[in-house]
């Protein structure tokens, strides 16, 4: 069992930043990557970005340029800084443990094994 434990998550102005944390105790990368998804009001949970055991990042297009992910092995720990916020981004955002394909980190939700709680990202 993965247990992942996000926090970060506020109010903010559109144009503003802000750096989503996930803890996650006990994750190897022997079966699991990590990656940030996110889900807003009536809608579907979408993949915003994933890291793979080689370093690779990859980011949906709604926030590229604008997000960036990034990992602490030694604390493992998942980062997600968020800069330029819109209205848009606002949603609820989940950290999850993913099954790996290779070295690469498919943010799909048919590809996670574990779910964070969710930690709420408002922009108005």
């Known amino acids: 069992h993965v247990q992942l434990v996000e926090s970060g998550g506020d109010s903010v102005q559109p144009g503003g930043s802000l750096r989503l944390s996930c803890e996650a105790p006990?994750?190897?990368?022997?079966?699991?990557?990590l990656a940030w998804f996110r889900q807003r009001l009536g809608q579907a949970r979408e993949g915003v970005a994933g890291?793979?055991?080689?370093?690779?990042?990859r980011v949906a297009d709604s926030v590229k340029g604008r997000f960036t992910i990034s990992k602490d092995n030694a604390k493992n720990t998942l980062y997600l800084q968020m800069n330029s916020l819109k209205s848009e981004d606002t949603a609820v955002y989940y950290c999850?443990?993913?099954?790996?394909?290779?070295?690469?980190?498919?943010?799909?939700?048919?590809?996670?094994?574990?779910w964070g709680q969710g930690t709420q990202v408002t922009v108005s």
């Open positions: 999850a443990a993913v099954a790996r394909v290779g070295d690469t980190c498919p943010a799909r939700k048919e590809n996670v094994a574990y």
């Open positions: 006990g994750y190897t990368a022997s079966a699991y990557c």
């Open positions: 890291i793979g055991t080689d370093g690779v990042s």
